[in-house]
């Protein structure tokens, strides 16, 4: 049997790593296989970019029937050799997406389980969450295009659908509610590295996938650094995976930050840097907008500030609050 891991971030990675742990799977039988240009520092065993993003659908109707059949045949062959043309077991990060039914369709595929990914794992409406509805033109271009392989409606989390095994999380929190619900051995590790580290900025992608706008990110940011420039000597930030993509994204933030050098040392944090086990590693407190990071930080009792509110205050189209996800503490700036 092959196991292969679907990872986009640092959770979902070591959530793989404690499943390849708890199930006591040998090295060589298991693939990591990473998206949204997600990077392993020192992989643990044989690691591959999955070539089919999602962003947009690899597999979307609109490449017309030719390209289409095309895309699938080349998936197919990638998920045989990857597989040795053996059966295998798929742990993905949610089920919303074409390549997951197209990948489970496989015949070697005996099984798929969900892995924690960040929020959505810790609000039980995901459940009920579907990609898009389906009308009578849709459904006739999924059996045309697909040949039954997708369904016309795509949970974001399809615990209903055949050969579902388990949700794995690193807490009773995550999948809390959800069946087959299995809490992993704590993931996290304490790293001497990030001792003395008092104060992070984690940057996320919101504005990079336009749910808000360069002027209302620059207007929070800019809000957050006059706050805190007469109060602390040093800011630890770090990236999110997709603006490695393009270095104008970085020189977007960079430039935010350059006024400020002179009122405190604004450090970047290097790529591969584990916020989670900074989070284990430290007493820093954390500025977020709405990563995941705010929530795992505040459930191991770090002090949390959110930008959030002052996002939707700027723009009121965007609407965000932990809540949905995470009773805790987060202080909203």
């Given at each position: ?71 699938i045949k080349s998936l ?150 006059e706050k805190l420039k ?104």
């Open positions: 049997m092959r196991y292969l891991f679907f990872v986009n971030n640092h959770i979902s990675h070591l959530t793989a790593k404690g499943i390849i742990k708890h199930l006591e799977l040998k090295i060589d039988d298991c693939t990591f296989l990473t998206e949204r240009n997600y990077e392993i520092e020192n992989p643990l065993g044989k690691t591959l970019e999955f070539p089919f993003s999602h962003l947009p659908d690899s597999f979307r109707v609109a490449l017309g029937p030719i390209r289409l059949r095309q895309k197919d062959s990638f998920i045989n050799t990857i597989s040795d043309h053996q059966p295998f077991e798929i742990f993905v990060t949610q089920t919303s997406i074409t390549y997951f039914y197209l990948i489970h369709s496989n015949p070697n595929c005996k099984g798929f389980s969900l892995i924690e990914g960040g929020l959505g794992c810790y609000n039980l409406e995901y459940l009920k969450m579907v990609s898009h509805k389906a009308f009578w033109l849709r459904r006739l271009l999924y059996r045309l295009l697909y040949r039954n392989r997708v369904p016309e409606l795509k949970y974001f989390f399809n615990i209903d659908f055949p050969k579902f095994k388990n949700c794995y999380g690193t807490n009773d929190k995550a999948f809390k509610g959800f069946k087959n619900q299995i809490v992993l051995d704590n993931p996290f590790t304490n790293d001497t590295r990030y001792k003395g580290i008092n104060n992070v900025l984690v940057l996320d992608a919101i504005r990079e996938f336009n749910y808000i706008s360069s002027d209302a990110v620059k207007f929070v940011l800019t809000f957050l650094l007469n109060d602390i000597e040093q800011l630890h930030f770090k990236f999110h995976p997709e603006h490695y993509r393009r270095p104008e994204d970085m020189a977007f933030y960079k430039n935010i930050f350059a006024p400020y050098q002179k009122h405190f040392t604004i450090i970047e944090l290097d790529k591969h840097t584990v916020l989670e086990n900074l989070i284990h590693s430290s007493d820093a407190n954390f500025y977020v907008f709405v990563s995941s990071i705010g929530m795992y930080a505040d459930m191991m009792g770090k002090k949390v500030f959110s930008l959030a509110k002052k996002l939707t205050e700027r723009e009121n189209t965007f609407k965000f609050q932990y809540e949905s996800y995470h009773k805790g503490s987060i202080q909203y700036l």
